[in-house]
């Protein structure tokens, strides 16, 4: 008899986690889509072997999408060296503002900063999850989420300064991100 | 300004303006909803399946286990031998007999003949002559008093062969014999003494 819980239940919470976590890395779309799917194919195909004595249901899922994000980001690099980092249309010209800027600001920061927003923000864990997931002391992540904030905030003024500097100008040159891409 | 120091300084001043980037962070990508409801649909679909296979799966070996146990210990075999006896009994108390027609003596018609009245009394028959009608007798050794299937004459049964014993119920009934299947000798309510020959 199984004597586990079911990592599925209530799935469609989970669903959207995985996505977020997958979106942070590959951008909203089919891309973080497939690789959300590929996580509960695999998540069904091995439920038995889910173990709530090592972690809840969701981090369990992440790790998952974990291993399905860095196989998607090498395939990636494989075929192109573009980053189809844009958020889905939408009729609101400054909520995609918004949320362009905030997907490039992320795109500079280190692998472990993205992934330590990925999973706190995107996945929405707790720091002990997120230290259970990744081996580290909790307070240690703590500390290493506020730092990443701190530098993602700090590129976010200074590519808001840069577009000011922009628009009082009229030269795209003198932008901070100028000839950088 | 040394980059650490910079940071720390952020650090300490997080306030709204930090809880605005945390809201941000968090609605910075959502799934569409579409995407969610085929994905959940679709894992509710083969979630339950799964329970099934696995609780059928269940109960299949925990009747194979079941059946290897009563096995071993000859359970299968007295519970078959039940099943039989609960089958024959009836059988013994209403015979299905193919007797001459009334109407023509060429012709037959097939009757049910109850033989008796309950199984119980197929398996443990009066005796032979013994008792008066209002007092059957039940069971050996006073049904036959030391000659199974025969009445002893002192019993008034002249000898006669008496339907006795168990599971005889493949006898037919003749015009000799009365309502419960038995030679009218043979009833303790129409012959002999009365004459309690065995234990009640």
């Known amino acids: 008899m199984r004597g586990n819980r079911d990592p599925l239940a209530g799935a469609e919470v989970s669903i959207r986690r995985v996505y977020?976590?997958?979106?942070?890395?590959?951008g909203d779309g089919a891309e973080a889509e497939d690789a959300t799917s590929e996580v509960f194919e695999n998540a069904l195909r091995y439920r038995e072997s889910y173990d709530p004595r090592k972690g809840e249901p969701i981090a369990w899922l992440l790790g998952i999408a974990r291993r399905s994000v860095k196989a998607a980001l090498a395939a990636r690099s494989q075929t192109s060296a573009e980053v189809p980092?844009?958020?889905?249309?939408?009729?609101?010209?400054?909520?995609?503002?918004?949320?362009?800027?905030?997907?490039?600001?992320?795109?500079?920061l280190g692998e472990h900063d993205r992934e330590l927003l990925a999973l706190r923000y995107g996945a929405d864990l707790r720091a002990r999850q997120i230290g259970e997931l990744l081996g580290i002391r909790t307070n240690a992540v703590e500390v290493a989420?506020?730092?990443?904030?701190?530098?993602?905030?700090?590129?976010?003024?200074?590519?808001?300064?840069?577009?000011?500097?922009?628009?009082a100008t009229g030269d795209p040159d003198s932008a901070p991100d100028a000839g950088r891409m | 300004m040394h980059r650490d120091e910079r940071i720390g300084g952020r650090v300490r001043g997080f306030?709204?303006?930090?809880?605005?980037?945390?809201?941000?962070?968090?609605?910075?990508?959502?799934?569409?909803?579409?995407?969610?409801d085929a994905l959940g649909s679709r894992l509710s679909e083969a979630g339950p399946r799964r329970v099934l296979r696995l609780r059928l799966g269940y109960a299949g070996a925990l009747t194979v286990a079941m059946l290897v146990g009563l096995g071993a210990f000859g359970g299968i075999g007295y519970a078959s031998s039940t099943v039989r006896h609960a089958i024959h009994a009836p059988v013994n108390v209403v015979l299905h007999a193919v007797v001459p027609s009334k109407a023509s003596k060429t012709s037959t018609a097939s009757v049910n003949v109850v033989l008796n009245v309950t199984s119980a009394s197929d398996q443990y028959r009066p005796g032979c002559g013994f008792g008066d009608k209002n007092h059957?007798?039940?069971?050996?050794?006073?049904?036959?008093?030391?000659?199974?299937?025969?009445?002893?004459?002192?019993?008034g049964g002249g000898g006669a062969k008496c339907n006795s014993g168990r599971g005889n119920g493949s006898e037919t009934p003749s015009s000799g014999t009365d309502v419960n299947g038995l030679p009218n000798d043979c009833d303790p309510g129409k012959s002999g003494p009365v004459n309690h020959g065995g234990d009640h």
Do not use: K
Request: aromatic share 6%; with cysteine; glycine share 8%.
């Open chain 1, 20 to 26: 977020a976590y997958a979106a942070y890395w590959l």
């Open chain 1, 85 to 108: 980092d844009l958020p889905a249309t939408t009729d609101l010209e400054s909520e995609t503002i918004e949320r362009l800027t905030l997907s490039s600001a992320i795109a500079t």
């Open chain 1, 145 to 167: 989420i506020h730092r990443a904030t701190a530098r993602l905030r700090a590129e976010l003024e200074r590519q808001e300064g840069g577009l000011r500097a922009t628009a």
């Open chain 2, 15 to 36: 306030g709204r303006g930090n809880r605005d980037l945390e809201r941000r962070l968090s609605n910075l990508h959502a799934a569409r909803s579409e995407f969610v």
């Open chain 2, 136 to 155: 059957v007798h039940t069971g050996p050794p006073g049904q036959h008093n030391g000659f199974p299937g025969i009445c002893p004459s002192s019993a």
